[in-house]
């Protein structure tokens, strides 16, 4: 059984374009969740989706950021207008249901130049 | 919302014992332990989901007590493998795990 799978591993930007993260969660987990980790730091939650539905992005800003998980495909974490203060760790995380254990993938990481 | 871990770092030799503790402001419904190796994705140790209750595996256990909004890591005769950062993840019914700031453990020979 394939573990949680995040391409790229590492991303770099320019100030102004966009990122695209991209999350495939463990076979038969329906539950995405989003974390943002900076250096030396922990992990703050983003965004919680199930399968076509976004559950709670109260841990997303208002802007820039926006999060889907298709029917089909991996879930999706989008960051339009990339800023310096956006470079970051991202990870998620897939549960086999809502309160269970989260296993994570291996990250993306960010880096705006 | 966040959890406050106890200690922020910690050494011990092989072979000693440590607690990591973990407090929330707020009731809890379930606390979940993580370990994190510099450069890695957490890995997940266990999730304790009563008050009162305690589990473990290999030599490394956790309780919760769901009165005080707290939980314990216990890590017993530490091997080299330990050593990383652990982070407490706490439900307080909401539909996401707030983490503390971690706790970082080395062990040295």
């Known amino acids: 059984n394939a573990g949680v799978m995040q391409n790229p591993r590492h991303l770099v930007r320019r100030r102004g374009q966009e990122a695209r993260l991209r999350c495939s969660p463990m076979k038969g987990h329906s539950h995405v969740y989003w974390y943002r980790q900076l250096p030396e730091e922990g992990l703050k939650f983003m965004v919680y989706?199930?399968?076509?539905?976004?559950?709670?992005e109260s841990g997303m800003p208002k802007e820039r950021f926006s999060a889907e998980f298709p029917k089909e495909g991996p879930s999706i974490l989008r960051i339009q207008q990339v800023v310096r203060g956006d470079s970051a760790a991202y990870f998620c995380a897939s549960s086999p249901s809502q309160g269970g254990e989260q296993y994570f993938g291996p990250g993306t990481r960010l880096t705006v130049t | 919302q966040q959890p406050v871990q106890s200690p922020q770092a910690v050494i011990l030799r092989e072979g000693e014992d440590a607690v990591i503790n973990c407090s929330s402001s707020?009731?809890?419904?379930?606390v979940h332990w993580y370990r994190q190796k510099h450069g890695e994705a957490p890995v997940f140790l266990m999730i304790l989901l009563k008050g009162g209750e305690q589990k473990g595996h290999d030599k490394i256990s956790a309780s919760f007590n769901e009165k005080k909004q707290q939980s314990s890591l216990y890590l017993t005769a530490s091997q080299l493998s330990y050593s990383g950062t652990y982070f407490c993840?706490?439900?307080?019914?909401?539909?996401?795990?707030?983490f503390g700031t971690g706790t970082r453990l080395t062990v040295i020979p």
């Open positions: 993840g706490t439900e307080t019914g909401a539909n996401n795990l707030f």
């Open positions: 989706l199930q399968k076509e539905n976004i559950i709670d």
């Open positions: 707020k009731a809890l419904y379930s």
